[in-house]
């Protein structure tokens, strides 16, 4: 990789989450300066402060993003934290106007246009004010700037890849590298200098955005297919569901250890807490319209049902949960209650043994439910795991949790008897399907089931 021979030196400084908060350039006892970064838990930038030591040492801040939900903006006016006179009635005033920055950004959160706080006279008739505009960018596809169509590229921190940190003195041009919290990024060539963690057979290990630099943005490596998340989880063997969040991305969310996978690192996964708001509507919907969601697409991917919602209580009267009830109470009477294994217990329909169960679970479509368990056919095969919280050896009760954790996919659905259960058949048909299908109608949906109860054995 070739750099300017004009260009100064630079040095960078990382926390432990990967984080930067330093940045060198050049020598700052010689023209040059340091930059130190504060953030916040989350690696938000809250300040900038800025080390200078040519004709005498001077440290100010002359960087304060504003945030709403995300970044609005920034205070850019220089506030000088050594020397005598530090506590000034500045501090007490309202932010100045004209120091005051706020981020125009299109579709992808690349800073397009930044204006200041204050109007200005306007030009023409019928325009009595207009906006300050201190930087105009006009950008190609992966982020370089668009020859003729930008203006004072160089007064503002943050560009394109999503709003991320410029670093133009690396190539001594404005918009040529980006920083973000794990990589370094190129925008004319549209590939990061590091080998990304998490890889994929069919894309380059430098690739970002998921090629697709139009479409998505990627400022801190997440999943931007449903089909990179489930090549993840399957590698690396993690449990929980793949989630598409908000921002259209994906995630693996593990509900029991309350963390979701959503980003890569230098150092290893990085996992978030994990914050669900339950669906009001979880109580009420029935079998038929978690089915319903899946053929069309349209509503919830994820379901998460509990005691007293009207799936748990109907797949609660479903022989095989008696089955396991049953096989809880022989396995604490047999052991005195003292092995508190978990139970697993497969409700399994391949095989010719499965036959039945199929044509019997398949049946109840024909009355639409009046008929048979519409909540285990919507799942068809799954495991329910049972799980001993407590044990009253003297009074030979325990209290249980029982869960399911189902994934609803166009394979699943519409495989045959015996030979849809086939690793050839899963692996090469219904694997071909599943592709077809990865988002909209048909899609991979998921329902988990949880409820608990005291048993006596």
């Given at each position: ?13 990382y ?8 940045k ?11 930059e ?17 030591n ?6 100010q801040v ?15 006016k220089?506030?000088?934290?050594m ?9 007490t ?13 299109d ?35 992966g982020?370089?700037l ?6 004072n ?12 940190e410029?670093d ?29 963690p ?11 955005f998921?090629?697709n ?43 029991k ?13 990085s ?20 089915g ?16 007293g ?8 009267t ?15 009477s047999?052991?005195?209650g ?19 169960k ?11 439910g009046?008929?048979g368990?519409?909540?285990?056919t919507?799942?068809?095969?799954h ?17 249980v ?36 299908f ?6 991979e ?13």
């Amino acid at each position: 990789m070739a750099f300017p021979s004009s260009s100064p030196s630079l040095a960078f400084g990382y926390g432990v989450g990967g984080h930067r908060t330093l940045k060198q350039v050049g020598d700052p006892d010689n023209g040059g300066y340091r930059e130190h970064y504060i953030r916040d838990a989350q690696g938000n930038i809250m300040a900038v402060y800025r080390y200078t030591n040519s004709g005498g040492a001077s440290t100010q801040v002359v960087e304060r993003p504003v945030y709403g939900s995300s970044r609005l903006g920034s205070y850019v006016k220089p506030q000088e934290v050594m020397g005598p006179g530090l506590i000034s009635v500045e501090y007490t005033m309202p932010l100045t106007a004209a120091d005051q920055r706020y981020e125009l950004t299109d579709h992808l959160g690349n800073v397009s246009t930044v204006v200041t706080g204050r109007l200005l006279d306007g030009a023409g008739a019928g325009s009595q004010k207009q906006a300050e505009v201190v930087l105009a960018h006009g950008y190609e596809p992966g982020g370089s700037l668009l020859p003729g169509r930008n203006y004072n590229t160089t007064a503002y921190r943050f560009g394109a890849a999503g709003g991320q940190e410029k670093d133009d003195e690396i190539y001594g041009s404005p918009s040529t590298s980006y920083t973000a919290d794990f990589w370094q990024y190129d925008p004319r060539i549209v590939r990061r200098w590091n080998v990304d963690p998490m890889t994929f057979p069919w894309q380059s290990s430098y690739a970002v955005f998921n090629n697709n630099p139009v479409v998505y943005v990627d400022p801190w490596g997440l999943f931007a297919t449903r089909k990179e998340a489930r090549q993840h989880k399957d590698d690396n063997a993690l449990k929980g569901r793949i989630r598409k969040n908000d921002d259209g991305h994906f995630s693996i969310d593990d509900k029991k250890a309350g963390t979701s996978i959503f980003r890569d690192a230098e150092f290893g996964l990085s996992k978030a807490a994990l914050v669900e708001a339950r669906r009001p509507d979880n109580a009420t919907i029935t079998p038929f319209e978690v089915g319903t969601e899946w053929l069309t697409g349209r509503g919830a991917r994820e379901r998460d049902f509990l005691g007293g919602d009207h799936f748990t209580e109907l797949y609660k009267t479903h022989e095989h949960v008696e089955q396991t009830r049953n096989k809880v109470k022989g396995t604490l009477s047999v052991s005195g209650g003292t092995n508190t294994d978990p139970i697993s217990n497969r409700y399994d329909l391949s095989g010719i043994e499965g036959v039945g169960k199929y044509v019997k679970d398949y049946s109840t479509l024909a009355t639409a439910g009046a008929t048979g368990n519409l909540a285990v056919t919507y799942l068809g095969s799954h495991n329910l795991t049972v799980t001993i919280t407590s044990v009253n050896a003297e009074k030979r009760i325990a209290v249980v949790t029982f869960s399911v954790h189902n994934t609803s996919t166009i394979q699943s659905a519409t495989r045959p008897p015996v030979i849809g259960y086939q690793p050839w058949y899963q692996n090469t048909i219904g694997a071909a399907l599943n592709a077809q299908f990865e988002n909209g109608p048909m899609s991979e949906t998921t329902q988990t089931i949880e409820w608990s109860e005291t048993i006596k054995y």
